[in-house]
């Protein structure tokens, strides 16, 4: 039988894993980024069910390469531009191995002080280095915490907005009436999820239309649907406006919708998971201008900054009233400390009641990157979508669908929808590169969207070559 690692067995072993994850890394760029294989082919590859005798590291390491890494979509491969970028780095996987070492659950800050205030440190550093409204710091009326995505961080949001909506009454009674989300129809799936699992209903959620050149939402368009909904008695609650949106990165008019927000006593959260990253430049902050009207605010460093998944950062301009709507106590967690009224326990700012020390990783990238090393790395996104962006608008064959203010480059074939699907699928075959799609006023639309830290120019032309040439 098996006995437990040994501290020294797992240094062995570990030394082993960090030089396969580093030769990971060093020959991404040689893989194909997509699997060819069919459905099942590793389950048919693996055996019927767990050995009888404990195997060793190196066995297990040897079926990585053999089974695992060929039938992976490699999302750190440079020329990976699909969805949007889900990025990890040395540091924050090394932030990741402390806290799986550490094990430590900080669902209070009793269960661990150290936890819980690094966390709250880090979310108090991301927001001066975003510039964020100071409400939402610790030390003022609101603050930060992480969540494992923006679909949680919503979902949150729109369980306080209830409380808010409700006066109260909802932790106590549930949905006593019928309560009303508004969000752009670019507006993320997680919205309609939020609202579903809530219990207002796929039907609870408005959906309000853009503007047809910046693909963004029209205020007045907002407007019309509270004052319809309020006229016949629903309860508007929630908007969610997005910085960023995931088929194009539009940027929603935040000034005018927080000032709606504000007439009409809603709740206003910002969705910014992909261009909130943004922000850590001053001369891209003026995607974030009317962020002073938000309730609630949140971003993923797991997707453009460098931190790995999973890592949503997430504040709000009033944590009582968050507090107020998620807390319960039972008695086995009653604690001097949290009886004192003097710290923070997580756990009343999330659906779950376990955590992981997510905010060690989060240390571990601001501190080797510094300011200066994470605004260089969105820079470098900004700038190789706009040689892409160049490279397009250069080729009369092809079109550019939407702006692109971030790294995110949406374009196609001046061509049917078919053409533009034939395309995608046959640079995707590739194996070089790999690109998503989305619509776009209807039509067939392809996406490149840089994000890894290994890609550079040369992967950018390639991606344009395999596209112009095929």
């Known amino acids: 039988m098996a006995e437990h690692m040994t501290p020294e067995e797992f240094r062995r072993a570990g030394y082993a894993v960090v030089d396969w994850i580093a030769d990971y890394w060093t020959t991404l760029g040689q893989r194909p980024v997509t699997s060819p294989e069919p459905p099942g082919a590793l389950a048919a590859d693996l055996p019927a069910g767990p050995p009888e005798r404990g195997e060793p590291v190196d066995a297990v390491l040897a079926d990585l390469d053999a089974l695992i890494t060929p039938r992976l979509t490699h ?167 997005t910085i960023g949106t995931t088929s194009t990165t539009a940027v929603d008019p935040l000034p005018e919708i927080g000032r709606i927000c504000a007439e009409y006593g809603v709740w206003l959260h910002v969705d910014a998971a992909y261009a909130g990253a943004a922000a850590v430049c001053p001369e891209l902050r003026w995607s974030h201008a009317g962020v002073e009207y938000a309730d609630s605010y949140c971003f993923d460093p797991h997707k ?24 319960v106590l039972p008695e086995f967690l009653r604690n001097a400390a949290s009886e004192s009224g003097a710290v923070i326990d997580y756990r009343d700012w999330q659906v ?36 892409f962006a160049d490279r397009v608008r250069a080729d009369d064959r092809f079109e550019l669908a939407a702006p692109h203010p971030f790294s995110l480059v949406c374009f196609r074939l001046r061509a049917d929808d078919a053409a533009n699907a034939d395309l995608l699928a046959r640079v995707n075959a590739t194996g070089r590169v790999h690109l998503t799609h989305t619509r776009v006023d209807g039509r067939y639309t392809l996406r490149l969207a840089v994000g890894s830290p290994q890609t550079t120019a040369t992967h950018i032309d390639e991606a344009w070559h395999l596209l112009s040439t095929l």
């Open 75 to 241: 999302w750190q491969h440079p020329g990976f531009f699909g969805y949007f970028p889900a990025n990890t780095s040395g540091p924050s996987v090394l932030g990741d191995l402390v806290s799986s070492g550490l094990g430590v659950q900080g669902m209070l800050w009793a269960t661990g002080p150290a936890c819980t205030e690094l966390e709250t440190a880090m979310l108090d550093w991301l927001a001066d280095l975003m510039d964020l409204p100071e409400r939402f710091r610790s030390t003022s009326s609101g603050g930060g915490v992480i969540q494992d995505s923006a679909s949680s961080a919503t979902l949150v949001a729109t369980l306080a907005a209830l409380h808010r909506a409700g006066g109260g009454r909802w932790r106590e009674v549930g949905i006593d009436r019928r309560y009303r989300a508004y969000t752009s129809v670019h507006g993320h799936s997680s919205i309609d999820k939020a609202v579903r699992i809530a219990g207002l209903g796929t039907d609870g959620v408005r959906p309000i239309g853009v503007d047809p050149e910046t693909q963004a939402m029209r205020p007045e368009a907002l407007r019309a649907a509270i004052e319809a909904d309020r006229a016949s008695g629903d309860v508007p609650a929630i908007v969610v406006a």
């Open 304 to 327: 453009w900054l460098l931190t790995g998944f999973d890592c949503d950062a997430f504040w709000v301009a009033d944590r009582g009233e968050l507090i107020e709507a998620l807390t």
């Open 352 to 387: 779950p009641l376990g955590r992981r020390f997510r905010a060690l990783k989060l240390w571990f990238v601001l501190r080797w990157y510094g300011v200066e090393g994470l605004r260089a790395h969105v820079r470098s996104g900004v700038a190789l979508a706009a040689r």
